[in-house]
């Protein structure tokens, strides 16, 4: 049963994410919409037990409300990811949530989490 549960809340979650893609690259911004979208999708993650990812998303949206974008944060320049009007850094951290249990999205996730924690309110 519970692998049943697990493959509908990772369905529920990939749904979100494409909402999510479709509505910024609509506006080219993050809205008070997407941030409660953000928020359910955080409660999702609780359900399969993921910490990790449960803090980031927390911490994003925080960001998100406070700056309005992920553009600030050095990660994207120290790690050399060309970000540019087809892939914004929203949308590259919306892609590692895609997969968390990926190794190397998950070590990528924590960076930015430490970069997140750093990162005065505005």
């Known amino acids: 049963m519970k692998k049943t549960v697990d493959k509908d809340v990772l369905n529920s979650i990939k749904e979100i994410i494409k909402e999510l893609i479709a509505a910024y690259k609509e506006n080219k911004e993050v809205n008070p919409a997407m941030i ?4 359910a999708m955080r409660e999702l993650f609780k359900e399969l037990e993921q910490p990790t ?13 406070n700056h309005g974008s992920l553009d600030n944060l050095t990660y994207w320049e120290e790690e050399e990811i060309e970000l540019d009007e087809e892939n914004s850094s929203f ?3 919306l892609g590692l949530l895609t997969n968390p249990t990926n190794k190397y999205n998950r070590e990528e996730i924590k ?3 430490v970069l ?3 990162v005065p309110e505005a």
């Not at 409660?36 to 928020?39: F, G, H, I, P, V």
């Not at 980031?56 to 998100?64: K, P």
């Open 91 to 93: 949308e590259y951290y």
């Open 111 to 113: 960076e930015l989490n």
């Open 116 to 118: 997140l924690k750093g």
């Open 36 to 39: 409660e979208q953000m928020k």
């Open 53 to 65: 990812i449960v803090k980031s998303i927390r911490l994003t949206y925080e960001h998100l409300g």
